[in-house]
């Protein structure tokens, strides 16, 4: 996948996403919930996604191309060369890290909105 397919394929993930450069110019960010799920640098190709930790360490065992990722908690963060991983995992990872972020995000809301109700 190149950078404009890695771009679409994170749109398509829900109606709820939006992106923005919070960082710099070149580090494309990915939320769902006004929460990270996927960084993308627009310069070198690598992209930072959320996994669960044991998974996150069986890939980076398994693949060359999964590192800890750079700037990130190593426990939940890997980092991938895009250019090397396959689309079809790739599109994997970034699904199943979006799942990852949209979980939790959606449970925060609920959180929220409980807490609204109780205190009003």
């Given at each position: 996948?190149?950078?404009?397919?890695?771009?679409?394929?994170?749109?398509?993930?829900?109606?709820?996403?939006?992106?923005c450069y919070?960082f710099?110019?070149?580090?494309?960010v990915?939320?769902?919930?006004?929460?990270?799920?996927?960084?993308?640098?627009i310069?070198?190709?690598w992209?930072?996604?959320?996994?669960?930790?044991?998974?996150a360490?069986?890939?980076?065992?398994?693949?060359?191309?999964?590192?800890?990722a750079y700037h990130?908690?190593k426990?939940?963060?890997?980092?991938?060369?895009?250019?090397?991983a396959p689309?079809a995992?790739?599109?994997q990872?970034?699904?199943?890290?979006?799942?990852?972020?949209?979980?939790k995000?959606?449970k925060?809301?609920?959180n929220?909105?409980f807490?609204?109700r109780?205190l009003?």
């Amino acid at each position: 996948m190149d950078i404009e397919q890695i771009r679409i394929f994170c749109l398509s993930l829900g109606s709820e996403i939006e992106e923005c450069y919070p960082f710099d110019d070149t580090s494309l960010v990915f939320k769902t919930g006004g929460k990270m799920f996927a960084l993308l640098d627009i310069q070198s190709a690598w992209m930072a996604l959320k996994c669960q930790p044991e998974q996150a360490i069986a890939l980076r065992e398994e693949y060359e191309y999964v590192t800890p990722a750079y700037h990130f908690n190593k426990k939940h963060w890997n980092g991938i060369d895009t250019v090397h991983a396959p689309s079809a995992l790739l599109s994997q990872w970034i699904s199943n890290s979006y799942q990852l972020v949209r979980k939790k995000a959606k449970k925060n809301i609920k959180n929220y909105v409980f807490l609204q109700r109780i205190l009003l």
